[in-house]
């Protein structure tokens, strides 16, 4: 009988469980294999470990890996926090103004699921932000990533989503409720507004240049492994 590669993967996992992980998740150059979320967090840093007196093992990391910064000075660079705070402030207030209001469009199904699924773009665009402004000059890897990158990301899907969320009231407008477009035109109008800041955000973001900036952090003789 021919096994599959995904049965073949589970059997040799089996076969090698309760070896030493640095063999069964990793190898000893590249280091002690944890999980995804883990090497996320930590990339860049180097573990060191030293053996206590009672046999467990102590783990102190480190960042080694080159800083990445952006090329802005410290007055730009809070100038441009502020500024990402309140244009995700601004473009929130009007996504709620134009969702919450008690119109056709905002009840119809072809309307509200694009509505809902922008809005848990929205808080995942505030997390990002937040990320991103509480971020020092100087970042790790997984800060950049989880900054630099995800405002990048969650802007744009965010403006995809308020975008898409305007044609369908459109389209719900022209072919169903036509004569109620005098009433929905101030609505629609905030809820294209709202896409404006973010869009915005991320121009400029997409378009800022970061730099590596050597790390001068030194690590001590113990066996030590860089986490990539």
């Known amino acids: 009988m021919q096994l599959s590669d995904r049965t073949k993967k ?10 030493d992980p640095r063999t069964e998740l990793g190898d000893l150059e590249t280091g002690f294999r944890h999980s995804n979320y883990y090497h ?6 180097t573990e060191i470990r030293t053996v206590r007196k009672n046999g467990s093992i102590h783990i102190e990391r480190r960042y080694t890996a080159p800083w990445l910064q ?6 730009q660079w809070v100038l441009t926090k502020a500024a990402y705070v309140l244009g995700v402030l601004l473009s929130t207030v009007l996504f709620l103004v ?5 119109v056709p469009s905002n009840i119809a199904s072809i309307v509200a699921a694009p509505g809902m699924l922008t809005a848990m773009l929205v ?3 505030w997390m990002s932000v937040c990320a991103y402004v509480t971020a020092p000059r100087k970042m790790t890897r997984w ?21 898409l969320t305007a044609v369908m009231k459109v389209i ?12 929905e035109i ?23 240049q970061y730099q590596e900036i050597e790390n001068e952090t030194l690590v001590t003789e113990e066996e030590r492994y860089q986490i990539w």
């Open 40 to 45: 996320k967090y930590f990339q860049g840093y």
């Open 70 to 75: 952006h090329q802005l000075d410290t007055k």
């Open 123 to 125: 808080l995942l665009m």
């Open 10 to 19: 589970f059997l040799e996992k089996m076969m090698t469980f309760g070896q």
């Open 143 to 163: 800060q950049y990533q989880s900054g630099k990158k995800k405002v990048e990301l969650f802007t744009r899907l965010t403006t995809v989503g308020i975008l």
């Open 98 to 102: 134009a969702m919450v209001q008690r």
């Open 186 to 208: 101030p609505g629609l109008l905030a809820l294209v507004a709202s896409a404006i800041p973010l869009a915005l955000m991320y121009l400029k973001e997409h378009n800022m």
């Open 172 to 183: 719900y407008l022209c072919v169903w409720a036509r004569p109620f477009w005098g009433e």
